[in-house]
Nanobody, 116 residues
Framework: QVQLVESGGGLVQPGGSLRLSCAAS????????MRWYRQAPGKEREFVAR????????NYADSAKGRFTISRDNAKNTVYLQMNGLKPEDTAVYYC?????????WGQGTQVTVSS
């Protein structure tokens, strides 16, 4: 059974940091590129960051550049999103996504709320 389980979300003050994790099981994690998306209330889901299957290539949305870092540990079947300098507009449910060719999986999401 394929599972992507996000964790690490929560309430943080503006300027603070959070580290999201996404633990994968049920498929060959190291064969899949991984992405983080987020969805704020009333808005469409948007891309945040991606990392290649081997972790040697990353890309970020403009909103995440310079503040967020995506990484992965294929030995632990886990992808991370380190988020620094958080802003209220980063408030959203964050989802991890695994993709390889025509195969893809979504996690259930973790809530991040940035508020004073």
């Amino acid at each position: 059974q394929v599972q992507l389980v996000e964790s690490g979300g929560g309430l943080v003050q503006p300027g603070g940091s959070l580290r999201l994790s996404c633990a994968a099981s049920g498929f060959t994690f190291s064969n899949y590129a991984m992405r983080w998306y987020r969805q704020a209330p009333g808005k469409e889901r948007e891309f945040v960051a991606r990392i290649s299957s081997l972790g040697d290539s990353t890309n970020y949305a403009d909103s995440a550049k310079g503040r967020f870092t995506i990484s992965r540990d294929n030995a632990k079947n886990t992808v991370y999103l380190q988020m620094n300098g958080l802003k209220p507009e980063d408030t959203a449910v964050y989802y991890c996504y695994a993709v390889r060719l025509t195969s893809n999986y979504w996690g259930q999401g973790t809530q991040v709320t940035v508020s004073s």
